[in-house]
């Protein structure tokens, strides 16, 4: 597997840096109607469930566009409109599925933790004893915002115990950090072909319970969003219902032999969680300090805190990182100011120790003697 020459790598959370494999795979063109996409489409949806050992109880159901749009079909198509859902926010993908839910007039309730914290267990455990009206829990597994990995096998655990209904968006965890519907029988997981999969962007999909999906029809308000419609076309001739994104398959598809080959969700985790290490001990060694301790760090995207040192100026230093061919991304949280630093697409530790020594030239070029944060 080689990269593309001259492109930047992105230490970003997706789109993120693809093989070239992957994106050679896309030097063709399919017909929506043919055979050979169709034997590749239930491929990929085939290999989706088994990586959430599914494929006894869930279906994968894909849908066009980024994968906001399939969080947003699975919640219209999942929650019915005299639902009430729970949603465990502590950042902003959490928020998005409120917005989504008040774009889709369904009730709902939050219990909201600062981005560095994850959820109570004890609270909600609590709220699901108090109110028999909550149907639905939503809960983010890597909450991409400050890189914090939620608890969701307690969550889904205490959820079921209620035997309520628990919905996961798991974009940017699925695939590299292990979830076994054997194990954790969550009833729908949402995430999309360009995080850690290392497709390109393009397609969204959620795996769900059948028995589940099975009581939706009519829910959704939205054609194009309704999940439900779209299993039962596809399980009548196998075929999307709308153009589907042919080319984002293919590569897909491809990721995904090169996905199996480095030892599927384990062999993943492996090299993420390397990359992650030598990201955070890199930027120790300069004076950085990541927002969160090692207990709450999913190895998808590191926050640092913003240096305290004068000579340190974000924008300068992201523009001079880029030149250097490695595309940061600016933080976007409550609780600190501060920017991220991925460890996720088709780069290895030999990228991340270079991308750390480009790093640490230009703040000598800058001048910036320490990436320590103010004290606080
Ligand atoms: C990336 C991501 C999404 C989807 O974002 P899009 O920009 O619509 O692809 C949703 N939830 C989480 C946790 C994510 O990381």
Known sequence: M??????????????????????????HDWGSRDQNFIDMNARVRDRLLAIAN???????????????????AA????IPHDGKALILINGAYGHRMGKILDYAG??????????????????????????????HVLTVHCETTSGILNPVEEIVHTVKAHDRVVIIDAMSA?????????HVPFDALMASSNKCLEGVPGMGFAIIRESVLAECEGNAHSLSLDLYDQWQAMEVNAQWRF?????????????????????GVAGRHKRYSGNC??????MQTLG????????????????????????????????????????????????????????IGHLHADDMRDALATIKAILGDMGVKNGAPAAT
Do not use: W
Not at 75 to 78: A, E, F, H, P, R
Not at 111 to 132: G, N, V, W
Not at 243 to 263: K, S
């Open 2 to 27: 080689t990269l593309t020459p001259d492109d930047p790598r992105l230490l970003t959370p997706g789109p993120l840096t693809t093989s070239h494999e992957t994106k050679a795979a896309m030097l």
């Open 54 to 72: 599914a494929a006894d109880t869930h279906l994968c159901v894909p849908l066009q566009g980024s994968g906001t749009f399939v969080v947003e």
């Open 75 to 78: 919640l219209c198509t999942l």
């Open 106 to 135: 369904r009730s709902y309730i939050i219990q909201e933790t600062p981005e560095d914290q994850p959820p109570s267990i004890d609270a909600l455990d609590q709220a699901l004893t108090d109110d028999p009206n909550i149907s």
């Open 174 to 182: 699925f695939g590299a950090i292990e979830l076994d519907s054997t």
């Open 243 to 263: 153009t589907p994104p042919t080319h984002v398959i293919a590569a897909f598809d491809a990721a995904m032999d090169q996905f199996e080959a480095e030892g």
């Open 277 to 282: 290490r030598i990201i955070i001990d890199g």
């Open 288 to 343: 950085f300090e990541p927002l969160l301790s090692n207990n709450l760090q999913a190895p998808i995207i590191v926050t640092f805190k913003m240096p305290a040192d004068p000579a340190f100026d974000f924008q300068v230093f992201y523009n001079r990182v880029k030149e250097s061919g490695y595309v940061l991304y600016p933080g976007k949280l409550t609780v600190a100011p501060s920017f991220r630093i991925g460890c």
